[in-house]
């Protein structure tokens, strides 16, 4: 990429750099960081206390970027209730409820694949913006709600195709077929 296609992009999102000088790193930083919204904390709901719900609570990643568990929901009577580290499991059915007063924002859904159409309209009700959809589905939401959907088989078939692409460039042949 040429430092002008750069300055080109960085141009999109405002008035950047200095002419003939460049970019003030920390000023870059600081913009790109309001931009892309990680200036921020944003509270998050976890939907789903199942061994991806589990793994994702465990994940340290999310803090490190601004990005806050505040509340963990489920529907099974055997895990609302129970205590998670600080938090403690509440029931889907409090969802509405507890999103104002926890100033919930951000949902991660980590449910059953018949389970996530009515979980994320449960999700827009509450009046959350975005959902970070593992359920292997694609979910549709109104405008005003943005879904970003991680599907693990497809991003393991994008890896295969990477090393697949890498094995043929250094022995001019593919990997048996089988």
Do not use: C
């Not at 980590?110 to 292997?136: C, K, S, T, Y």
């Not at 943005?146 to 990477?162: I, K, N, P, R, T």
């Amino acid at each position: 990429i040429s430092d002008a296609q750069v300055r080109k992009d960085l141009g999109y999102f405002g008035p950047m750099g200095y002419p003939g000088v460049g970019y003030r790193i920390v000023e870059l930083r600081d913009k790109l960081r309001e931009v892309l919204g990680t200036n921020r904390t944003w509270n998050v709901a976890l939907i789903g206390m199942g061994n991806l719900g589990r793994a994702l609570l465990g994940y340290r990643g999310f803090a490190e970027r601004g990005f806050v568990v505040s509340a963990i929901f489920d529907k099974d009577p055997r895990i609302i209730g129970t205590q998670v580290g600080e938090l403690t499991v509440n029931s889907l059915d409090q969802l509405v409820s507890l999103t104002r007063e926890l100033g919930l924002e951000l949902a991660i859904l980590a449910v059953p694949v018949q389970a996530a159409d009515d979980v994320a309209r449960l999700v827009q009700e509450a009046g959350i913006a975005g959902i970070l959809n593992f359920a292997p589905v694609r979910l549709t939401a109104p405008r005003d709600v943005s879904v970003v959907s991680v599907d693990m088989g497809l991003e393991l078939a994008q890896l295969a195709f990477h090393v697949n692409r890498r094995l043929i460039a250094d022995d001019g042949s593919a990997a048996p077929v089988e």
